[in-house]
Nanobody, 123 residues
C-alpha cells in the first residue's frame, strides 16, 4: 500500500487549493482514506475522511463547510478541495489509508501513510 500526496503550495487567505492522494498497490474501494494535517507545534489533526464505500464522510470541526473530500476510482485518487483558506490552515497535510474501511478522525486507525504536502496560507 503506497500513497502519494500532492497539490500543496502557497495561497492567499480566502483562496482555494485541491490536494490529491494517489494510491498504488491497492484499490480505494478496499480502504477508507483520511486527510490529516500537522501545524508547527500542534498534534496531527483529522481534517476529512471517506469510507471505502464512499457512502460516509466526515470533517474536522475547523474545516466543515470549507473542505470537501471526494474520490475518482478510475484514477485511484482521493481529493481534498479546500476553499476559503485561512492562515490557520497552514500545515503539512498527509493522507492515510484505513483497512477497516470506516475512516475517522483518529490517526491511529491508519497504518498506511503518504509523505506530506505543505500548504501555506499567507498574504
Amino acid at each position: 500500500v503506497q500513497l502519494q500526496a500532492s497539490g500543496g503550495g502557497l495561497v492567499q487567505p480566502g483562496g482555494s487549493l485541491q490536494l490529491s492522494c494517489a494510491g498504488s498497490g491497492f484499490t480505494l474501494d478496499w480502504y477508507a482514506i483520511g486527510w490529516f494535517r500537522e501545524a508547527t507545534g500542534k498534534k496531527r489533526e483529522g481534517v476529512a475522511w471517506l469510507s471505502s464505500s464512499a457512502t460516509h464522510s466526515g470533517y474536522g470541526d475547523s474545516v466543515k463547510g470549507r473542505f470537501t473530500i471526494s474520490r475518482d476510482l478510475a484514477k485511484n485518487t482521493v481529493f481534498l478541495q479546500m476553499n476559503a483558506l485561512e492562515a490557520e490552515d497552514t500545515a503539512l497535510y498527509y493522507c492515510g489509508a484505513d483497512p477497516t474501511g470506516y475512516g475517522g478522525r483518529w490517526s491511529g486507525q491508519y497504518p498506511h501513510w503518504g509523505q506530506g504536502t505543505l500548504v501555506t496560507v499567507s498574504s
